[in-house]
Nanobody, 124 residues
Framework: VQLQASGGGLVQAGGSQRLSCAAS????????MGWFRQAPGKERECVAA????????FYADSVKGRFTISRDNAKNAVYLQMNSLKPEDTAVYYC??????????????????WGQGTQVTVSS
């Protein structure tokens, strides 16, 4: 499956942005999905994940209540709605797809397919 992330850019602190991850080659509904981010000098971290079974989500503590992950099976896409953005949210954001048994995954090694990353910069 090929993933294409988009929607990054420059936004002021307190603002909102929506990232999109479009897939081709396979149906995303069969995959658990995740959004990861990596800031300069830091490790890649999972900020949100969505299971391949309905109702399972994961959010990092740092984004709980501000970020929402969702999928649109008709469009074969996954989204990350980011509200109340903070300068510390500045990073390259990646979407990823995980084949496997039903579940929600927050570790990068669970994910077999990755998008190319999109830069999100939050100015103070």
């Amino acid at each position: 499956v090929q993933l294409q992330a988009s929607g990054g850019g420059l936004v002021q602190a307190g603002g909102s942005q929506r990232l999109s991850c479009a897939a081709s080659g396979r149906t995303l509904s069969n995959y658990a999905m995740g959004w990861f981010r990596q800031a300069p000098g830091k490790e890649r971290e999972c900020v949100a994940a969505l299971g391949n079974s309905a109702g399972y989500t994961f959010y990092a503590d740092s984004v709980k209540g501000r970020f929402t992950i969702s999928r649109d099976n008709a469009k074969n896409a996954v989204y990350l709605q980011m509200n109340s953005l903070k300068p510390e949210d500045t990073a390259v954001y990646y979407c990823a797809a995980a084949p496997g048994p039903p579940g929600v995954y927050s570790r990068s090694y669970n994910y077999a397919y990755w998008g190319q990353g999109t830069q999100v910069t939050v100015s103070s």
